[in-house]
């Protein structure tokens, strides 16, 4: 089973840019599908964006759109959460997520099986 670690979190300026990495081992990631979450103490986790398994389709959450672009990278096993313009409201700890089961759009947390160990994103002045 793939295992995933995310890098790259960190404390940003508002209107500031990040980009978090997320490394795949143990299987082959052409096969995911991948997607980025994150969660604040206290709430649930949210979807943020999927990337399909050969990187044609995209999708974002409302929040997030026009500013975060996910991308992948099958020959280095690596997903990438390229941050813009950050808000205060963006600060969480971010996830790395995957599941073979199926190719298109899933935002809910239970759709994935694999989850790396988040990374912190602060933004604040």
């Known amino acids: 089973q793939v295992q995933l670690v995310e890098s790259g979190g960190g404390l940003v300026h508002p209107e500031g840019s990040l980009t978090l990495s997320c490394a795949a081992s143990?299987?082959?990631?052409?096969?995911?599908?991948m997607a980025w979450f994150r969660q604040d103490p206290g709430k649930e986790r949210e979807f943020v964006a999927a990337?399909?398994?050969?990187?044609?389709?995209?999708y974002y959450a409302d929040s997030v759109k026009g500013r975060f672009t996910i991308s992948r990278d099958n020959a280095k096993n690596t997903v990438y959460l390229q941050m813009n313009s950050l808000k205060p409201e963006d600060t969480a700890v971010y996830y790395c997520?995957?599941?073979?089961?199926?190719?298109?759009?899933?935002?809910?947390?239970?759709?994935?099986?694999?989850w790396g160990q988040g990374t912190q994103v602060t933004v604040s002045s």
């Open positions: 997520a995957a599941d073979r089961r199926w190719d298109g759009y899933r935002s809910t947390a239970s759709s994935y099986n694999y």
């Open positions: 990337i399909s398994r050969r990187g044609v389709s995209t």
């Open positions: 143990g299987g082959t990631l052409n096969v995911y599908l």
